[in-house]
């Protein structure tokens, strides 16, 4: 399918979605950017020719991160960042699952929720491989948060990247086994434990450190704290997962699979095979893991269901640990000194975005001048339409 299906399937249903369904603040907000990337209610901006040869205006693209024609270039620098703090290692790929009776809590709480995946899962992590009988050092990471399936239906779970090494308190690179880095019943029981613990600390109304309003779950609704916390304790009793993959040689092909899941939605429009106006056919993601390579859905279930996974504003899915921390920079680079590497240098001259799409597009001639080949700039950029008529009227 050409570029822009998802605009055009919520141009075609969504205001009959919006009839049929209660629709949040923050759904709204995305589903507005969706329908207007690209268009003149985002405004425009100027590219030009250093030379005075070209000059062309296009519409701004809404830069929501659930916009499947946005993100690219902000995940190419996230690509670029993580490559020049790349270790000379090897690195494993470890996935952390949740019951889904789980997912009521993650609805209406959804920032504070994946902030204690991600750090529960991170706390299991350091605390295991901090003890010599593991590893006895301190790793580099990337966590990631995905709250879906291959059918984009709620899945909340965590891609870790983890270096298949770290930095001993003396100072000395230890080398893990690439082969076997931790036992995954240990490090899910772990990650079970803390997740719920912080879980239940959310949902208390008194706390001896204090806690600001931000730091509470809400229950959901019809639903008191009691029962929540029984369904905390009912999974509890569980055993629960966690997949640790045999190390790879190199982090790449990794970063650029989980960097997939930070901009753009819980889907790629290059998996929407067919649109007939009503239904949609998309290709599955991992089709080895299904019977068939394709599933179908109804328009304003597609709706539904990407809508169902914006997150709340301020949501950082994606964190740095151990090594890769802003404030482990001497370690860091300690660390890159004992693999043969240079201290670590962070990206500051940003490119454009014209030079950004030139790399990952080579081909494509929309960021150079037809006449003389030169690299365009932006010269002027109008932010007018950057916001939805009922936001201006209030």
């Keep these: 399918m050409k ?11 969504y205001e009959r979605y919006k009839s049929a ?12 950017n969706i329908k207007t990337c690209q268009t003149e209610q985002q405004g425009y901006h100027v590219d030009e020719c250093p030379n005075g040869d070209y000059r062309v205006i296009l519409h701004n693209s809404c830069k929501h991160r659930s916009c499947p024609l946005c993100g690219a270039t902000e995940t190419e620098l996230w690509l670029a960042r993580r490559k020049l703090q790349d270790l000379s290692c090897r690195y494993f790929h ?21 902030d204690f995946m ?8 350091r605390e295991l491989l901090r003890d010599p009988h593991w590893l006895g050092a301190l790793p580099g990471a990337i966590g990631v948060f995905q709250s879906w399936d291959d059918e984009m239906r709620e899945h909340c779970h965590l891609h870790f990247i983890v270096t298949a090494g770290g930095l001993n308190p003396e100072g000395r690179w230890i080398e893990a086994n690439g082969e076997f880095l931790l036992p995954r019943l240990v490090l899910a029981s772990k990650f079970r434990g803390k997740f719920l613990a912080y879980l239940r600390e959310g949902f208390k109304e008194l706390s001896p450190h204090g806690k600001t309003k931000e730091q509470f779950l809400v229950p959901p609704a019809g639903k008191s704290v009691q029962r929540c916390l029984n369904i905390i304790n009912k999974v509890g009793r ?27 939605g819980p889907i790629s429009e290059k998996r929407i095979v067919g649109y007939d106006g009503e239904k949609i056919r998309i290709a599955y993601a991992h089709p080895d893991k299904h019977a068939n390579s394709t599933f179908t859905v109804e328009a304003e279930t597609f709706i539904q269901r990407i809508l169902s996974h914006v997150p709340e504003k301020g949501t950082h899915v994606v964190r740095a640990y151990g090594l890769f921390h802003p404030n482990c920079r001497s370690k860091l680079d300690d660390a890159r000194a004992c693999l043969g590497q240079p201290p670590y240098e962070p990206l500051t001259d940003l490119p454009c975005v014209q030079e950004l799409l030139s790399r990952m597009f080579p081909e494509w001639q929309g960021a150079v001048c037809p006449h003389c080949g030169a ?3 932006t010269v002027y950029f109008d932010h007018r339409g950057h916001a939805p008529p009922m936001r201006r009227a209030a």
Aim: net charge positive; proline share 2%; glycine share 4%.
């Design 375 to 377: 690299l365009l700039r």
């Design 118 to 125: 991600l750090r529960g899962a991170w706390h299991s992590l």
């Design 3 to 13: 570029a822009g299906i998802v605009q055009r399937i919520f141009l075609d249903h």
């Design 94 to 114: 470890i996935v952390f699952t949740i019951d889904h009776e789980l997912h009521t809590i993650w609805r209406w709480n959804r920032k504070l929720f994946t």
């Design 21 to 32: 369904h209660p629709v949040s603040d923050r759904a709204r907000w995305a589903a507005w």
């Design 238 to 264: 569980k055993r629960w997962h966690a997949k640790i993959e045999p190390a790879y040689e190199h982090a790449e092909g990794t970063y650029k699979y989980v960097g997939s899941y930070i901009r753009r």
